[in-house]
Structures are given as C-alpha cells and as structure tokens.
C-alpha cells in the first residue's frame, strides 16, 4: 500500500483525505476521534507535517502538555519558518512557566510576523508573568494599535497597569473590553480586582460576581470572587469559592495562598499551614504564601516556625509589596517586641504609603502599646482609605472599647455589622462589649447569634462560659461544646486555651472541681506554647533588684518638693486577681470618684521621665495628669482611680512625681490568688500565670518589692485585704474612705449598684453583691494545687501520697496571706 494511502475501518484512504477527516473531527469536537485519526497517519508517515501540528494542538487542548510538546517540537523542527509552529511552541512553553524561553520563541515569531497578534498577545502575557510590568504594557500597546478592540490585548495592559498601581488607567482598560465583549468573565473579573484596591468594594462585588455567574468553574474567576466575599466578612463562605478553584485546578498557588488566609481570618489555623504549604509546593519562593504561614505557625504557638516563616515572606516580597511586613509585624507583635512591629509596619507603609491593611495592624500595636491618640490616628487613616472595610470598623469600636467609650464603640461595631452580618470578630466584639457592661442578655443573644451563623467556630461558647449560668452536663448548649474538643487543637493557641479554660469554668459550676482542674490544666499547657525568649517572670526578677537599687531612703530624701502638687489620682494596685476590681468599684460608687480602670499611662510617663533627673519630676506628673484625664473626660468628679494592678512595682516613681496621690494596695490569700490568676485568660501577658510553680515565683518577688516599699515609704499607702473586704464590708469600705479624706457616702455599701463599663475578668461578678464564697476557693483544687501550695506555704502541703489520693484534713491558709499593713 501507498504511503499515501492509509487503511481506515477496513477501506483505503488518501493521506490528504485521512487528514481532512481528522481536521473534520477536531472541528467538530469529536476529539476522540480525531487524535486516533491523528495517530493512525503518524504511524503510516511518522513526524508528518501539518498532522503533528494538529495533533500536538488537540493535546494541548485537553491539557496534555508535555506530550503536546513532543509534537509542536516535530512540526517546528520541519517548519522552522512557520509562525504558527513557533507560536504555538511558545505557548505550550508558557504552560510550562518557562517564560523567558517562551519570549525568545515569541520574539522569532513577531520578526517573521510583525503584526501577528497572537505571538504579540503571548508575549504581553509572559512578560508580566515575570514581573516585567512596563515591558508588558509597552507590548499590549503595540498589540491594540495593530487591533484596538483586541480582548486579550485590553486585558493584558489592564493587569499591566494594575500591577503598576495606575488603577484608574488599568480600570478604563478593561471597560473598554467590556464594550466590545460585555459578558467577558476575565475581564469581569479583573476589573472587579482593580475595584478592590481601590477599596470601592461595592462595585467590585457587583463585577467579581457578574463574572462568577458567566464562568464559575473559571479558577481566577473563582479566586478573585472569593477575595471579595472575604473582604466583605463573609469568610465561611470565601472559604468554600477558594476550594471550588482549587478543586478544579489544584496546581493553583494563588487559590492555595488566599485560602490559607481566609482559613486564617476563619482561626482554622492547622488547616491554613496546609493550604499555604501547598501553595509553597506548588510555587516556591510565593511571598504571601509564606506570610498565611507564619500567621497560622504564630497562632498555633510555633513562633520561631512562624518568625522564619516571615523572613522568607520578606525575602521574597517584590519592593512594592507591603504584605509581608504586616505579617511582620504580627509576629513581633506575639512575641512582645512592639517597638520592631511597629518598625515593620512602617516599611510597609513605605511600600504602600495608601495600604488600609497597614494602617489598621499600626493601630492595634499602638494601642497594646498604650499610645490611644496614634491609635486612633493610624485607624481613621485607614478608614480614610477604606470605609467599607468591617475589619477597620471593627479595629476602631476596639480601641473606644479599651478606652470604655461604649456607645462610639458599639456604633463602629454595627456599622460593620451592617457589611458583614455573619462575621464572627465584630460579633464577638460586640458581646464583649455588651458583657462588659452587665448587658448579660443581650450579649447572650449575639452569642447565639454566632452559634447559628458560626457553627464550626467554638468563639461563641467561649464567650457564654463567661456569664451563663449552666445547670448540669446536659445544657444543650454545654453539650454542643464538647463536640470542639476532639479538633480543639485546629483553631490555634488562643482559642485552645480559652476553649479549656472555659471548659473549666463551667465544670466549677457545676461542682466538678477534679474535672475543672483538669481542663484548667490543659487551657494553660496550651498557652504555653506561645511563651518564647525572656518573659515577665524574668523580667520581673530584674525589675525587684532595679528598684531595691533605685529607691532608697536617700532617693525619696532627694526628690521632696519636686514632684506634682495634686491629690487627685486614686492608684489601686495589687497581685493581679487580688480584688483591685472590687475596691476601686467600692470607691468609685462615691460620688466624688470617677472610675478610670486599668490606666496605662504611668508606665509610658516612665519611659519617657525617668527619674534621674529631678527637673523632670513635676512635668512627668504634669503629663500624667493630662493623659489620664483625657483619656477620662471632661465629665469626671474630683478624683479619679487608676486601677492598674502592676503599678505596685512603680510605687516609688508615683510617689516622687505625685507626692499626694493615694495609693491602695490590695492583698489576698496567696493561694486563693495565685489559682485566680492560673483560672483567667488573660488579654495579654502575665505569662508567669500559665505554670503553678512560676505563680508561686512570681507571687514570691511581688512580696518581695512590696517589703521594700513598707520599708522605704512606712506608711505611704494602705493596704487592704480581699478576704476583710468580703467579710466586713463596711468596715473596710468606711476605712478606704477615710484614708481618702472623703466624707462617707453609703453608696459605697452598695458597689454592685455603679453602673460603668468594667473591662477586667471580674465583669460578672461586680454586677453582684459582695459574696465571700471566693475565700478558700484553693481548697476545692487542693490535690492539683500541690506544687503552688509547696512553694507559698508548705505547712499546708499534703503528704506526697495524699496528693495523689484522699485529701488531708483542712488548715487554715489565712495566717500565710496576711502582712501587717
């Protein structure tokens, strides 16, 4: 037979006539019969030419590009001069990434053809495929004056610019290729991104989700979607468009990448590592990827994991990119180190002087900071940019919150709200808010409210064990908790631990103290994972034999007469959980006091007027003053409280810069106020709390700094014990009054009655009267207390074998909590 001749179903057939009737099939769709048409004439005329170029085409078609290859390979090498054979050989070359090769080949191909578009339009593409940005555009120029109304072209020089930040320019771009092709999904799509930016989200919304219902099994389609509905709160939902994508073309990096960040706003912190791995596998050296990493490694308690993770995100980050040193940022900032988060941030803001992501992370670190004004000023700056953004709303109603500006900070909370309904963090902003101020009901509601939009999130459980009151283990509510405990560890350290301690807390109200201890036990073994590097226990080690050196007789000798001439701050101070809540509500109820809470503003005085220079002592009090009563406002009574438990360590400096204000210290059973401490979730710090014998250590040099105050200033603040307070309460009440120098109000009889914002872990119990069933409270935890009890008061230990069994009989730890005042 010919080899011109070719056998098909038994009958002869011309090559040309073979070739005409794969051409046929291909054209048709009939793929499958076409490539074994296509086969059936390379195995009669091998590297026959134009069938390898047709076959090499239908495979790359079907997504088969290394053997496409093969085949576009054989046509060039017999038709080195054909355009076609050489675009298409790029093309399967830019499947592959290998870009800069592609541009050769698509160079070769423009020189043969100079107004060939298709050559012209992969080039644009492989050129901002590299980063190449002004190379691309000038290329999709050259493109669209051959064509103007080329689509490709169009939409190329839109993600040109847009790459560029010219938004506006790559905007019009694309709504020229909308007028020549309105139902374009990518350029849809594209356009919506650019939107984005520009932060005018609800135009993106309305174009990102026009191309999604055009094309959505369109992967880009479906990530940019995505990014909207994320932006817009609505991350359960972000989460499973990114999955869509991912599913349908799972060697996505950029699905991969932007899923690991909503998993993160969704706090599934081991399933982001996941995606965001993937995403690193896929396409090494991806900046953000590495970013979404860090963040789930930082909250999952991996640290060091995440802080490498950041640099390599830093590493790889483009010059213009401003992500990585947010995320930055958020790693020092878990690792205490606020003054290099706060650097970070402003490197960010060098790369992208408009970034409202940038400005919102600033505000959070300058409010844990204490430095509320450049607070608020990098907050509102970001809502400058963004004002439909609910995470900037929410960041905003946050710090009103830790300013106790109620009203300002719910109206934040509910506009965001309003964009987003369904978000977990504005909700759980709000409750907190609404439980702060004994809004116990409603608070309860948002709780439920989450429970019903969040289900897969055990936030809102948290936040019931806070107030709600549970009757037994088959509260339904309590029982659709315990379903978390199994994947616990998924959600990251801090809501681990809050969930455990929670857990605890509802098992001690139902009288389950063995079973309480032991979740309590596992909430702080969790949160010590995030300890790393030098803590406060260490710190506060240095700190005591600071002010042993500092604040001597001689020191208090020389500062008389230099400090501020005003009586009108009220410091409480203490252990924390040593009842500071209690007394400054007791004080506060009079009508001549206004509650200020726990006050940063001493320590930041501090750093700024250190004592050493006694010119500076009266400016120092001067600036506290004013910051405090800022912070306050205009509607105060002559005096105000500054309940801030650390200050204890600052006794001195408040005395040299405030000669006349009051200071009360408050003191409670060690035990009963060490294991307080170990039960509470603290918002930050106090990482001594998370192990019983560092409670002990740190309980051990607060005495130690107190001892040296009675020594160095006898009779320089009062000192009242918790356990006189609850037992006789206007006894104690009538003596802080007295020492105020204020005339007796029997309001202060009645502190649960002061109605105000409290802020503290004592919110629940200040709305009611004063109850003593907080005195010997260790007791019910005894056993699992041993190792606390040994270092506080080892006359009170068990037998080792009784700690591990039945309990010795019950002594008295009230001599081991009292010092004489």
């Not at 706060?342 to 900071?369: D, F, G």
Request: proline share 4%.
């Amino acid at each position: 037979m010919s080899t011109n001749n070719l056998v098909q179903q038994n009958h002869e057939v011309t090559l040309d006539d073979a070739l005409a009737l794969a051409k046929g099939h291909h054209q048709t769709g009939n793929l499958v019969l076409a490539e074994r048409t296509y086969r059936d004439i390379l195995r009669t005329v091998p590297q026959h030419f134009p069938t390898t170029q047709f076959l090499g085409a239908l495979l790359f078609q079907c997504g088969y590009f290394e053997e496409s290859q093969k085949y576009f390979s054989e046509a060039l090498e017999a038709e080195p001069e054909d355009i076609r054979c050489v675009n298409n050989y790029a093309g399967v070359l830019l499947q592959f990434g290998a870009f800069e090769e592609a541009i050769e080949y698509l160079d070769r191909a423009i020189a043969l053809a100079p107004e060939y578009t298709d050559a012209i339009s992969n080039k644009a593409y492989a050129l901002w495929q590299l980063k190449r940005f002004a190379e691309a555009e000038q290329t999709a120029q050259d493109l669209l004056k051959i064509e103007p109304d080329n689509i490709n072209g169009l939409n190329s020089l839109g993600i040109a610019l847009s790459k560029q930040f010219r938004f506006e320019e790559a905007i019009d771009a694309w709504k020229k290729a909308l007028e020549v092709e309105s139902e374009n999904a990518m350029c849809l799509s594209n356009l919506g991104n650019a939107l984005r930016e520009m932060s005018r989200m609800p135009e993106a919304h309305e174009k990102c989700k026009k191309a999604y219902d055009i094309d959505p099994e369109d992967p880009t389609v479906l990530n940019n979607y995505a990014n909207i509905i994320r932006d817009g709160g609505n991350v359960e939902e972000a989460i499973k468009v990114y999955r869509q994508a991912t599913d349908i073309q799972p060697d996505y990096p950029e699905a991969h990448t932007n899923l690991a960040v909503a998993l993160n706003d969704e706090g599934l912190y081991r399933e982001a590592a996941v995606a965001a791995r993937y995403a690193i596998a896929f396409k090494s050296g991806v900046s953000e990827a590495y970013s979404a990493l860090s963040t789930a490694q930082s909250n999952l308690g991996e640290l060091a994991q995440a802080h490498t993770a950041a640099q390599s995100a830093v590493k790889y980050s483009k010059d213009d990119d401003a992500y990585p040193y947010i995320n930055l940022a958020e790693v020092l900032e878990a690792l205490d180190q606020y003054d290099d988060a706060e650097a970070a941030i402003k490197e960010a803001l060098h790369r992208q002087p408009e970034s409202a992501r940038a400005y919102i992370k600033l505000s959070e670190i300058r409010q844990y900071m204490g430095h509320f004004p450049e607070a608020h000023s990098a907050i509102d700056r970001a809502l400058e940019l963004s004002p439909q953004m609910p995470k900037g709303l929410v960041r905003k109603g946050t710090i009103l919150f830790h300013q106790q500006k109620m009203d300002e900070a719910l109206q934040f909370i509910d506009q965001a709200l309003k964009l987003s309904p369904k978000w977990a963090g504005a909700l759980t902003q709000k409750a907190e808010i609404l439980a702060s101020l004994g809004r116990f009901e409603e608070a309860e509601e948002v709780a439920n409210t989450m429970i019903e939009s969040t289900a897969n999130s055990p936030a809102a459980y948290n936040i019931l064990a806070g107030f709600k009151e549970y009757e037994s283990e088959e509260d339904p509510i309590f029982k659709a908790m315990l379903k978390f405990e199994d994947r616990i560890d998924t959600f990251g350290v801090q809501v681990e631990s809050a969930y455990y301690l929670s857990l605890a807390h509802v098992y001690h109200s139902l009288g389950e103290y063995d079973k309480g201890f032991e979740y309590l036990k596992k909430g702080n073994d969790a949160r010590k994972k995030i300890i790393s590097g030098e803590r406060s226990l260490e710190r506060q080690v240095a700190a005591v034999a600071s002010i042993k050196e500092t604040y001597t007789p001689e020191f208090f000798d020389g500062v008389k007469g230099y400090g501020l001439d005003t009586d009108e701050p009220i410091f409480i101070m203490g252990m924390p959980r040593s009842g500071t809540t209690l007394t400054e509500q007791i004080i506060s109820s009079h009508p001549d006091v206004t509650p200020g809470g726990e006050l940063t503003f001493i320590t930041s005085v501090n750093a700024s007027y250190p004592h050493e220079a006694l010119e500076d002592l009266k400016a120092a009090g001067e600036e506290y003053i004013a910051q405090a009563q800022d912070f306050i406002g205009e509607d105060r009574a002559k005096y105000f409280t500054d309940k801030m438990p650390g200050n204890y360590m600052l006794i001195g400096y408040i005395k040299a810069i405030l000669p006349n204000a009051k200071i009360i210290y408050c003191r409670r059973n060690p035990m009963d106020n060490c294991l307080s401490c170990y039960q509470q979730n603290f918002f930050m710090g106090h990482y001594w709390s998370y192990d019983l014998e560092d409670c002990a250590e740190f309980y051990m040099k607060h005495d130690k700094a107190m001892d040296h105050w009675r020594e160095v200033l006898p009779g320089g603040f009062l000192e009242v014990q918790y356990e006189d307070t609850v037992t006789n309460l206007e006894e104690q009440a009538r003596r802080m009054i007295d020492y105020l120098g204020l005339e007796w109000n029997d309001a202060c009889l009645e502190p649960h009655k002061l109605k105000r914002a409290v802020m503290t872990a004592s919110r629940a119990q200040v709305t009611k009267p004063v109850y003593t069933t907080s005195v010997e409270k260790w007791r019910k935890y005894e056993k699992g207390l041993q190792p606390l009890v040994r270092k506080l008061a080892p006359e009170l230990a068990l037998p080792e074998e009784k700690s591990k069994g039945k309990k010795a009989p019950k002594k008295s730890a009230k001599k081991s909590a009292k010092k004489k005042s």
